[in-house]
């Protein structure tokens, strides 16, 4: 099989995906490459078949720098920031279902939600501090990425990830990620976490 972007080769996708035991599978997004193409955005959509204003993978435009002031040089820099499911270690959302709707699986630490007993009540919404789960008014359910569990499932990638046209997304177990990240930037960038500071344990890297 060919590689995969330009550093995750398809060897080690397949051992990362059936690696015996628990494990916790994650997503590493290269935000210096991301070029805002929406085209993971649009796979999701496709893949899941959402409706109209549920979006599991929302691409953020972040503004970075100083415009405002006449005396200086203007030193402005835009970058995407996809924003799928974190996929917490510590889920928030699942600590706020009152109706044990929400789990998450020991296997893959995949966090999922079980639409025959979600209710709507939105309160998983308003713990999460990424604010992912979203209320599908047509079901009267909540829905959020899975990182399409029914393609991991048959050994496959989520389908942002095989989307992507800048190679920008990685899938994989998190400490192969971890340590795949540390091999190839360490020397320029250091790995972290969007709202790292959250006591949720994110299980989306990126780094930029």
Request: proline share 6%.
């Amino acid at each position: 099989m060919a590689e995969v972007g330009a550093f995750m080769p398809e060897e080690m996708v397949q051992a990362s995906i059936t690696k015996k035991g628990p494990k916790q599978l994650a997503l590493w997004v290269d935000l210096e490459y991301c070029i805002g193409c929406h085209a993971c955005t649009m796979a999701c959509k496709a893949e899941n078949n959402t409706p109209v204003g549920v979006d599991y993978n929302r691409v953020t435009e972040v503004e970075v720098g100083e415009f405002r002031d006449p005396q200086q040089k203007p030193e402005l820099r835009v970058y995407f920031v996809p924003m799928p499911c974190m996929h917490c270690g510590k889920p928030a959302c699942l600590a706020a279902c009152p109706v044990g709707a929400i789990t998450k699986r020991k296997e893959d630490g995949i966090v999922l939600i079980n639409k025959d007993k979600c209710i709507g009540c939105k309160y998983c919404a308003w713990a999460c501090p990424f604010g992912h789960p979203q209320f599908n008014a047509e079901a009267q359910v909540m829905e959020k990425c899975t990182l399409c569990v029914h393609r991991v499932s048959k050994g496959l990638r989520p389908a942002c990830v095989d989307t992507c046209v800048a190679r920008t997304r990685f899938f994989g177990e998190m400490d192969d990620l971890i340590r795949l990240i540390r091999e190839k930037r360490a020397e320029r960038v250091s790995l972290g976490f969007v709202g790292g500071k959250t006591t949720t344990d994110p299980s989306i890297l990126y780094t930029k």
